[in-house]
């Protein structure tokens, strides 16, 4: 079983993560994690934070000369702002300054001052920051090289910021690729990035935020992660879980999600299909790749919606948290639209469940022990 764990201020010296239950064996390359962890910092819409952090990775145990020992993997990303904040952020004799008293509304401020019985709303939002999701990337993209492994690849596309919808409908998940290499919101539908580029840009100089929906597509995934046998162990409420965690989520829809609700069983459940050398198969993918809780074989297609960030430089109507008084919200130096992040992030969610689910199947202490009982599996379903 693959369990995490991270921890971090936003503006403390660094995030740290605990990633427990690689095989050993793995190559690891620290580039890749790094590449991701900029892809996560990227996409039209982030805030000046993003200029100061260009996160890098240091791998501080679980692996030698580039591979997994099978040991805990523990890594450290660094707060490059941490200068600026050292003073303030202090763990044990902080100094004077940075203390916040007007909570935002839509932000965990307010309630987490009150269920930690805070005075300073900063003790909270550093930890409710989603700065801590770089923490989740880096453990993500060493789940994404261990999928890699199996022949499983993830991507997502973003399909709505605010009211602008991307029309994808019929787009193959070649040409979503190819074409999400060089937009700036992660957009395959190239009319719609300028509208959603344009949205942006009138929300910023509002003072105001957006949100929208990503997809999250996974492929190559063997038929038979997760399990119908108990609530628990079912794949489509462990991503679920995984993807709400996210900051912002508001919503989670597999395969046609919603929209399944409203059409009849004829029309939603995908039919099944027989071929010798292929075997079985369907023609449509309604069902997001998922039935039962448990992969099929289609590839894994999970939307989230995220609502729009809660820190607007025109901030709305709060209350101090001390003197009881009427005020204007804080604003912390703030995004406009996170999406295109948001996505990343999701990918690396839904990376380190569908690891922690392949781990489950074909277990293993090391690759080379997993891929033996991947291969005789795959065997096994050929000759069904
Ligand atoms: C990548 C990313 C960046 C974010 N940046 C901000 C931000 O700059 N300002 C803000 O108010 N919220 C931001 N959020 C969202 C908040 O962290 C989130 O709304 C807050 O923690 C409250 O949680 P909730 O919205 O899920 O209820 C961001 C979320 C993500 C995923």
Request: aromatic share 4%; proline share 4%.
């Amino acid at each position: 079983m693959l369990r995490y764990l991270t921890a971090g201020e936003s503006h403390g010296r660094s995030l740290v993560a605990i990633l427990e239950g690689m095989p050993s064996g793995l190559k690891v390359d620290p580039a890749k994690i790094d590449k991701e962890l900029k892809r996560r910092q990227s996409g039209y819409g982030r805030g000046k934070r993003m200029e100061i952090e260009r996160d890098r990775v240091e791998i501080l145990s679980g692996m030698r000369g580039g591979k997994t020992l099978g040991s805990p993997i523990s890594l450290l990303i660094p707060n490059r702002d941490w200068e600026n904040w050292k003073s303030i952020m202090d763990p044990i004799r902080p100094g004077k300054g940075g203390r916040v008293t007007r909570p935002r509304p839509g932000h965990a401020d307010l309630v987490g001052a009150l269920k930690y019985d805070q005075d300073d709303i900063r003790n909270v939002l550093e930890r409710a920051s989603a700065r801590e999701t770089a923490a989740r990337v880096a453990i993500g993209a060493i789940a994404k090289i261990l999928l890699a492994e199996f022949g499983t690849s993830i991507l997502s596309q973003v399909i709505q910021i605010g009211a602008i919808k991307a029309e994808v409908e019929d787009l193959k998940i070649s040409a979503i690729k190819k074409r999400i290499a060089h937009s700036l919101v992660s957009c395959p539908d190239e009319k719609a990035e300028r509208l959603m580029i344009k949205e942006i840009d009138r929300a910023r100089e509002k003072g105001d935020t957006l949100g929208g929906i990503f997809e999250i597509i996974a492929t190559g995934l063997p038929i038979g992660l997760g399990s119908y046998v108990h609530p628990d162990r079912r794949l489509d409420g462990r991503l679920a879980q995984g993807l709400m965690s996210i900051p912002a989520a508001k919503g989670v829809e597999i395969g046609l999600g919603f929209k399944a609700s409203e059409l009849p069983g004829s029309e939603v459940q995908d039919e099944i299909f027989y071929e010798r050398g292929r075997g079985f198969y369907r023609r449509t993918n309604n069902a997001g790749g998922l039935e039962g809780g448990m992969t099929n074989g289609e590839p894994l297609r999970i939307k989230v919606a995220l609502k729009p960030l809660s820190t607007l430089s025109r901030p709305l109507s709060s209350v101090d948290l001390v003197t009881k008084r009427k005020v204007k919200a804080t604003i912390e130096r703030a995004d406009v639209c996170v999406v295109p992040a948001a996505a990343v992030i999701g990918e690396s969610l839904v990376a380190l469940e569908l690891a922690n689910a392949l781990l489950e199947k074909f277990g293993g202490d090391s690759i080379s022990e997993m891929k033996r009982n991947y291969t005789g599996y795959l065997k096994y379903l050929k000759a069904r």
